[in-house]
């Protein structure tokens, strides 16, 4: 009986289920068995029916207690990460699991906080979506507002206003299409018409859109690329990746840098880098810059929801392609695409 306890302890001790049931398997067999043995020596040297029969039961008592202390051992481990999923069910979304007990239940414990993790992470961004979004329409209506009641009460002429007007309505317009935009994606409703075409005057036509603000900001632009460079993808649709992306360079470059478009034809796809001269990006960035409603900077109420980074995921994402960001060797970041060879 004693053997039998000590073993049905060291059960506990091993570290995957499955090594604990093939221990009580063995347990299970080898304690009969050896009660069978010890009867034979009990018979021989004493004789006595009532010993054997109190052996056998003792071996016998032992497995199953021994059963009874690796199952209560298992069922807590579980138990705990089922209270956990009772209390994250409930809506705590700081319920932990703890990473205990043998290999498989810490496993199912690690992945179940990493869901939790997930799900703050995803409910922090419907949060500041609602913040930042809020805030973007808020501004524009009320200038349109004030432009309105001093039209109405003749402190103002419209073609005074007029201009102001059309670049509130504009701005709307922008975080609407954003918005709009990101629900498609989301949803896996957006389609592409991919065609085999030069990749040159995307980025020429992108450059164009950015010169007017970088000229203001002093920040020099500059593009390699070869004419004959082709890649699959609809051009609309790359032409606002590559917007945003230079959008966002300008903005973390200071006066007198540069940003730089470089695309290179690889085997099978087409890549292309956009590097600012600004400050890099830390590890928070490079791992988050491009989630839904994340911004990098929170002091800066001007510069929306950060839907950009995340339509651009999406967009190339969508054309089978990936995306990522790095920081350069002499300072400053990259921020990588590939497209689909043409």
């Known amino acids: ?203 020429s036509s992108s450059l164009r859109g950015v010169e007017a603000e970088a000229r203001l900001r002093h920040v020099r632009l500059a593009a390699e690329v070869d004419d004959r460079v082709t890649a699959r993808f609809e051009p609309e649709k790359v032409e606002r990746v590559l917007m945003n992306l230079l959008t966002n360079a300008l903005r973390h470059t200071p006066s007198d840098g540069a940003v730089a478009v470089r695309v290179v034809p690889l085997p099978h796809e087409v890549r292309f880098a956009v590097e600012d001269t600004g400050d890099g990006l830390d590890t928070e960035a490079r791992e988050r810059m491009f989630e839904r409603f994340w911004r990098g900077d929170r002091a800066r109420t001007s510069r929306g929801a950060g839907l950009g980074l995340a339509i651009a995921r999406g967009l190339v994402e969508a054309h089978g392609g990936r995306i990522w960001a790095e920081d350069q060797e002499g300072g400053g970041a990259r921020v990588c695409f590939t497209l689909p060879a043409g």
């Open 1 to 203: 009986l004693a053997v039998g306890l000590a073993l049905a302890y060291l059960l506990r001790l091993l570290p995957t289920v499955r090594l604990q049931l093939a221990g009580l398997a063995f347990l299970a067999v080898l304690l009969p068995l050896g009660a069978v043995l010890l009867s034979g020596w009990v018979m021989f040297h004493m004789g006595d029916d009532v010993k054997i029969l109190a052996v056998t039961a003792a071996s016998a008592l032992t497995a199953i207690v021994a059963a009874l202390v690796v199952a209560r051992s298992i069922a807590d481990a579980l138990d705990r990460v089922r209270d956990a999923s009772v209390e994250l069910a409930r809506g705590d979304l700081q319920a932990q699991a703890p990473a205990d007990g043998p290999a498989e239940v810490r496993d199912l414990a690690v992945s179940f906080n990493e869901m939790g993790a997930n799900l703050r992470r995803l409910f922090d961004s419907r949060r500041e979506l609602v913040a930042w979004a809020s805030h973007d329409l808020r501004t524009p209506l009320a200038n349109m507002q004030a432009m309105l009641e001093a039209l109405e009460d003749g402190l103002a002429v419209p073609d005074e206003y007029v201009p102001a007007l059309r670049e509130q309505v504009n701005a709307l317009s922008r975080l609407v299409d954003d918005l709009f935009e990101l629900s498609r994606i989301d949803a896996g409703a957006l389609t592409l018409e991919l065609r085999s075409l030069p990749v040159a005057p995307v980025v």
